[in-house]
């Protein structure tokens, strides 16, 4: 039993009303925070592969005003107007800056006016009716999820913004080495996916069972220091290692080792945030692209897990420790902006799965070999562009979430996705290797 289930079986649809109304106000604070800035850091486009901030303060009040008060609700479109402005779908990132969008006051008046009244629709929505946006409040989670998700956008806008001062930093337990840096898994069925988890995405369903020959997964993420082995060794230069796409991409754009790090000397630096640190050797790589990930695994005499191996590793529960919520419990992950980083390699031995693979959850979103599919039996709900429409041999999935995002916008099934050639997110990755 997840905690949701365990808010709504034990203290009737009011108390689960509750929890969603704090939800919604910790989701707004977090976007509020992140866009405490003057209106020329807010309104200029920091890289063309993100928009501008304030663009994702206006569309995610857009977004809930779309789906919590006209199609629950019942209410009247605030501003239909600028809809078109705030559709994820009309333009490109690139090109939103040059559209007439809210100004940072406006946007903010705009998402405080569609709030007040998503907490009017919650007070009167009854949870227990069957439809599928009101059941278990799934439309609120639909709308928690989408913010939160926003807001790791945000914070991979400002980090590429590489203005300092503006994102907070925290404390984080220290690592531990591994005694056996590699688990196996053994063969066998499992399920995968979920039919049950009230707020899951419907890419996550519906749950079936696969059969896996055994494998062995590393314990823990790749660590900077251990990448930094490929980069020394010549990994960037040698052809060897990548695949033609991947080798050609690297080639064109010059990339020699991860975003955001320069060497002076014999060190490595990384920008992070508009800090200039040197390389933390103990920590997971972040700011590869799956291409990267890739070149590193067939280096290193592996390859990457497939996105079955890597939640069969989770043991088959919402969480890679058990059922409780993360929210509630930080010494089982760095979840939720804990701290603005990865945790050092094996800093939460509490949060190991049933097989002792650690860190599977948080710290940083970890590349899979897998091509983002629908499952077998796949339906869509309760619109075709949040997964549908990427599905195919484009996108890489990834799993796990970073430390950016919050504990509600992930568990073992939640399956994210982006290009291959993808950096500015936070992502890094395991490596995986067959039974010999």
């Known amino acids: ?38 209106d020329d850091m807010l309104v200029r486009q920091h890289s063309s592969l993100m928009s501008p901030l304030v ?11 779309l789906w919590v008060l006209r199609e629950v609700g019942g209410i ?15 333009y490109p990132r690139k090109d939103r800056p040059t559209l007439p969008l809210l100004g940072p006051a406006e946007a903010r008046k705009y998402i405080s006016g569609v709030r007040g009244r998503v907490l009017d629709v919650l007070d009167r929505v009854d949870l227990t009716d069957p439809d599928p946006l009101r059941s278990r409040g799934y439309v609120f989670g639909l709308v928690l999820q989408h913010e939160h998700q926003h807001d790791e956008t945000m914070l991979a806008t400002l980090q590429l913004s590489r203005r300092p001062g503006l994102v907070r930093d925290g404390e984080l337990p220290p690592g531990r080495p591994a005694a056996e840096p590699e688990v196996h898994i053994p063969a066998g069925v ?26 062995w997964i590393d314990r823990h993420p790749v660590t900077n220091g251990a990448y930094l082995e490929f980069v020394e060794d010549g990994g960037y230069r ?7 796409q991947g080798w050609e991409w690297a080639e064109r754009n010059g990339v020699e080792a991860p975003l955001f790090w320069t060497r002076d000397g014999d060190t490595w630096w990384r920008v992070r945030f508009g800090r200039e640190e040197p390389v933390p050797p103990d920590e997971p790589v972040q700011h590869v692209s799956w291409f990267e990930a890739d070149a590193y695994a067939r280096w290193a005499g592996k390859r990457l897990p497939t996105e079955a191996e890597w939640e069969k590793a989770c043991g088959g529960r919402t969480y890679p420790w058990g059922e409780a919520d993360p929210g509630h419990l930080g010494r089982w992950a760095n979840l939720g902006h804990r701290a603005a980083r990865p945790a050092p390699a094996g800093a939460f031995p509490d949060g190991a799965s049933p097989y002792g693979v650690e860190q599977l959850i948080g710290d ?59 950096r500015q997110i936070f992502a890094g990755f395991r490596c995986a290797r067959s039974e010999e």
């Open 1 to 38: 039993m997840t905690d949701l289930d365990a808010v709504l079986g034990n203290a009737g649809p009011t108390g689960l009303k509750e929890r969603i109304a704090a939800e919604l106000a910790a989701v707004r604070e977090r976007s509020l925070a992140y866009t405490d800035a003057d």
């Open 55 to 65: 663009w994702d303060l206006a569309h995610v009040g857009n977004y809930e005003e």
């Open 76 to 90: 009247e479109p605030l501003r239909p107007e600028i809809d078109h402005l705030y559709d994820a779908f009309r």
């Open 190 to 215: 499992f399920r995968m996916g979920t039919d049950t988890t009230p707020w899951a995405y419907d890419n996550e369903r519906p749950a079936h069972r696969i059969y896996l020959p055994g494998y």
């Open 238 to 244: 040698d052809p060897r290692w990548w695949l033609p």
């Open 364 to 422: 940083v979103w970890e590349w899979t070999d897998s091509w983002f599919q629908p499952y077998p039996g796949y339906r869509c709900f309760p619109y075709e562009e949040y997964s549908k429409v990427f599905f195919g041999e484009t996108y890489r999935v990834l799993r796990g979430g970073s430390w950016a995002t919050h504990p509600s916008a992930v568990r073992t099934t939640f399956r994210n996705w982006d290009y291959p050639i993808r």
